[in-house]
C-alpha cells in the first residue's frame, strides 16, 4: 500500500517535470487504478474485521457478520496465532455447511461478497432451494417454473440472458468484484448487457436458485399463477379463482397482478395483491382448456368441489367454488340417499341467493363436456376438493352478504 502511494507520488513529480508523453499518460492512470484498487481492498479487509458498521436496512442488505474474514492469500495473511482472531474459515467444511445453512437469505447474499471460497459455496443451490421453498413455494407451481426456464432462455428477457462473470469488460468486472466487498448492495449489480455501466438492473441472471430466489424478490420476474376474488373483490368474482400473471413488490411485501385480455376487456392490472389471495395453480390446464374430470365418478351429496367455468367462449376459465347437493327427487336422508348412483350431479352455489340462476347447476355424470349457454355461461371440468386446507381456504373467503 505504502510503495503505491509513493510510486504514485513519484509518477506526479515526473509527470510535472516532463513533457507528458501518451505512454506516460498510460502508465500514471495504470499507477491510478491500482491505488484505488488497492484503497478498496484496505477499506473490505476493515470491514470485514467488523471496524465497520453497517447502516444497511433489513429491507435491502442485512449486515456482513462480524466474525467473518475475508481470506487473503497465504503470504499477506496473518496466522489465528499471530491475531489472536480465529476466522470462521479455519472451522471444517461441516461446520461452515451448518452455520451457512442457519444464515436467513439476505445474509446469505452478503456472505457471497467475502471472497471467492465463501462466492462459490454460498451460492449453492443446496442452501437456497429451502429458502426458496419457505417463502416462494406455496405460490410457484410446474408453470411457473417452466416460465423460469423460459425467462432464462429468452434472449428478449429484461437483464439479459449473460451472467456477471461474462458480461463487460474485465476491468469493469474487477471494479465490480473489489467495491462488493466494502458494500454488499454492489453484490446485485451487473454491467449492462449493451456495455454501459454505472446502472443497476438487478441481481445476476444464472440458472441457479439463488437467481431465481433474487428475481422473484426483485419484481424483475413475473410468473403465472392464480388469484382468488380478482380485481379486488369485484362482486362479479367473489368465490372464484383466476389466473394471471403476478410481481412481487418487496416495499409493500404483496403482489400485482396482471390479468390476460378476455373478449373486448383490455389487460387488467391489479396492485396489493396479499399472499392469501395466492395460489399455485393445482392442475396444468390452460385457461382456455376443457379440464379432463376424472372424479365425477365418485362425487356424492356433500363434497366441495371446483369448477371451470366463463362467460362466453371468448373468456378464460375461472375455477369456482361449489358444493354437491341432492336431487329434487330426494329428501336428503343419508340413510336413504340415492344421488350418487344416478346419472345427474347437481352442483349448488350457496353464495348466491335462492331462485338465482347462479344457483344451481347440473351436470352429467357419464358424458360431462362443456355445458351451458350465453345466459348463464358454460360450465366445464370439475374437480373434487379432498385437501382440508383447499376447502377451509374457500370457506375463509366467502362473502358477508349473499350475491344476487
Known amino acids: 500500500m505504502l510503495a503505491l502511494v509513493a510510486t504514485f507520488v513519484f509518477s506526479c513529480l515526473l509527470f510535472l ?4 508523453a501518451r505512454d506516460m499518460r498510460l502508465f500514471l492512470a495504470s499507477i491510478c487504478q491500482e491505488l484505488a484498487l488497492s484503497l478498496l481492498g484496505f477499506l473490505a479487509g476493515y470491514r470485514l474485521l467488523g471496524g465497520v ?44 455447511d451448518c452455520i451457512l445453512a442457519k444464515l436467513p437469505p439476505a445474509e446469505l447474499r452478503n456472505m457471497a461478497a467475502v471472497c471467492r ?66 458494500c ?23 440458472d441457479s436458485v439463488m437467481s431465481w430466489y433474487l428475481h422473484m424478490e426483485s419484481g424483475k420476474f413475473w410468473f403465472p399463477a392464480q388469484v382468488y376474488n380478482r380485481e379486488h373483490g369485484h362482486v362479479g368474482f367473489m368465490m372464484s379463482c383466476y389466473d394471471a400473471e403476478l410481481s412481487y413488490d418487496f416495499r409493500t411485501d404483496s403482489f400485482r397482478a396482471r390479468y390476460p385480455p378476455h373478449g373486448r376487456r383490455t389487460v387488467v392490472v391489479e396492485d396489493g395483491v396479499h399472499w392469501d389471495r395466492i395460489r399455485a395453480a393445482p392442475v396444468e ?8 374430470s376424472d372424479s365425477l365418478h365418485q362425487l356424492r351429496p356433500g363434497d366441495n368441489i371446483e369448477i371451470q367455468w366463463r362467460r362466453n ?40 341467493t335462492p331462485g338465482s340462476r347462479w344457483r344451481q347447476s347440473l351436470v352429467n355424470r357419464k358424458d360431462h363436456r362443456e355445458e351451458g349457454n350465453e345466459g348463464v355461461g358454460f360450465y366445464g371440468g370439475i374437480r373434487k376438493l379432498h385437501k382440508k386446507d383447499e376447502i377451509s381456504k374457500w370457506k375463509q373467503l366467502w362473502p358477508t352478504d349473499i350475491l344476487e
Open 17 to 20: 517535470s516532463k513533457p507528458c
Open 53 to 96: 458498521a453497517s447502516t444497511a436496512t433489513a429491507a435491502d442488505a442485512m449486515p456482513l457478520m462480524q466474525s467473518f474474514k475475508r481470506k487473503r492469500p497465504a503470504a499477506k495473511v496473518e496466522s489465528a496465532e499471530d491475531t489472536g482472531e480465529p476466522s470462521v474459515l479455519d472451522l471444517p467444511e461441516l461446520a461452515i
Open 117 to 182: 471460497s465463501m462466492r462459490d459455496r454460498c451460492r449453492s443451490d443446496h442452501f437456497w432451494e429451502s429458502h426458496m421453498s419457505r417463502k416462494w413455494g406455496s405460490v410457484l407451481g410446474t408453470a411457473a417454473r417452466e416460465e423460469w426456464r423460459s425467462y432464462l432462455s429468452s434472449s428478449t428477457a429484461p437483464g439479459g440472458g449473460a451472467s456477471c462473470g461474462s458480461a463487460g469488460s474485465a476491468k469493469h468486472r474487477r471494479w465490480l468484484a473489489a467495491l462488493s466487498c466494502v
Open 184 to 206: 454488499p448492495v454492489v453484490s446485485w449489480m451487473r454491467p449492462r448487457a449493451d456495455g454501459a455501466a454505472g446502472r443497476s438492473v438487478g441481481p445476476v441472471l444464472d
Open 285 to 292: 390446464t390452460l385457461a382456455h382448456d376443457l379440464h379432463a
Open 313 to 352: 367462449k371468448e373468456f378464460p376459465y375461472g375455477w369456482w367454488y361449489g358444493v354437491v347437493g341432492h336431487l329434487e327427487s330426494c329428501d336428503g336422508n343419508e340413510h336413504f340417499c340415492r344421488c350418487h348412483l344416478s346419472d345427474t350431479v347437481v352442483l349448488e352455489f350457496n353464495q348466491y
